[in-house]
């Protein structure tokens, strides 16, 4: 059974950071990638970055460049978000997804439970 479980979520000051931890089991995702996506409430999830577990390269919207960055551990099979310069705009439900790195929530397989983030400005 393959578990994605996301941790790392809270409440930040605009300006702040957070970061966000995302660990699987149950299988690898060596041959493709994995990501993170948000849902704000009445908004559609959207993709914010994901990245390649082969080669490490890290895919990111345009709306976190420059402030977001993800990581992968391999050895620890987890994925991370580390996030700067947080706006209140960035307030959302994270969710950590498994099996591609497309920035469409339909190619991925799998998916986590979600972490609140809350960005207070």
């Known amino acids: 059974q393959v578990q994605l479980v996301e941790s790392g979520g809270g409440l930040v000051q605009a300006g702040g950071s957070l970061r966000l931890s995302c660990a699987a089991s149950?299988?690898?995702?060596?041959?493709?990638?994995m990501g993170w996506f948000r849902q704000a409430p009445g908004k559609e999830r959207e993709f914010v970055a994901a990245?390649?577990?082969?080669?490490?390269?890290?895919f990111v919207s345009d709306a976190v460049k420059g402030r977001f960055t993800i990581s992968r551990d391999n050895g620890k099979n987890t994925v991370s978000l580390q996030m700067n310069s947080l706006k209140p705009e960035d307030t959302a439900v994270y969710y950590c997804?498994?099996?591609?790195?497309?920035?469409?929530?339909?190619?991925?397989?799998?998916w986590g439970q979600g972490t609140q983030v809350t960005v207070s400005s």
């Open positions: 997804a498994g099996g591609s790195t497309s920035w469409a929530a339909g190619n991925y397989n799998y």
């Open positions: 149950g299988r690898t995702f060596s041959s493709s990638g």
């Open positions: 990245i390649s577990w082969s080669s490490g390269r890290p």
